[in-house]
Nanobody, 123 residues
C-alpha cells in the first residue's frame, strides 16, 4: 500500500517561512508525479505545486516566486519550502501521488494522498 506522510506544518507570522516534508513509501518519487495541495476551510482543495514524472516543476500562480518544491530521491521524500507566507496560505497541506498522469495540479488526477498537515499564517 502506497503511503505518504506529511510533516512540518505549524503557526507562522506573515512574511515567515515553513518547510513541509512528504515521505513516500512503496512508490518512487523520481518516477511518478508528486503534488502538493492545500485546502482552506470552506474551500475546495487546490493544487500548489508538483513534480512531473520527468522531474519538471509546476506552481500555482498564487505561490510562484514564494514556494519551491524539491525532492531527495535517496530519502524518497518531497519538500515544499514556503517563504513570504501570507494569511491566505493558511490551510491543510496535503501531498499526493499519481500513477495515471505525467503531472497536474488538479486533485482529481491523484491516486494516493497523505493525511495532511496544518499551516496557519497569522499574526
Amino acid at each position: 500500500q502506497v503511503q505518504l506522510v506529511e510533516s512540518g506544518g505549524g503557526l507562522v507570522q506573515p512574511g515567515g517561512s515553513l518547510s513541509l516534508s512528504c515521505e513516500v513509501s512503496r512508490l518512487s518519487v523520481d518516477y511518478y508525479a508528486i503534488g502538493w495541495f492545500r485546502q482552506a476551510p470552506g474551500k475546495e482543495r487546490e493544487g500548489v505545486s508538483c513534480f512531473s514524472r520527468r522531474g519538471n516543476t509546476y506552481y500555482a500562480d498564487s505561490v510562484k516566486g514564494r514556494f519551491t518544491i524539491s525532492r531527495d530521491n535517496a530519502k524518497n521524500t518531497v519538500y515544499l519550502q514556503m517563504n513570504n507566507l501570507k494569511p491566505e496560505d493558511t490551510g491543510v497541506y496535503y501531498c499526493a501521488a499519481s500513477i495515471t498522469v505525467d503531472y497536474g495540479l488538479r486533485a482529481s488526477v491523484y491516486d494516493f494522498w497523505g493525511q495532511g498537515t496544518q499551516v496557519t499564517v497569522s499574526s
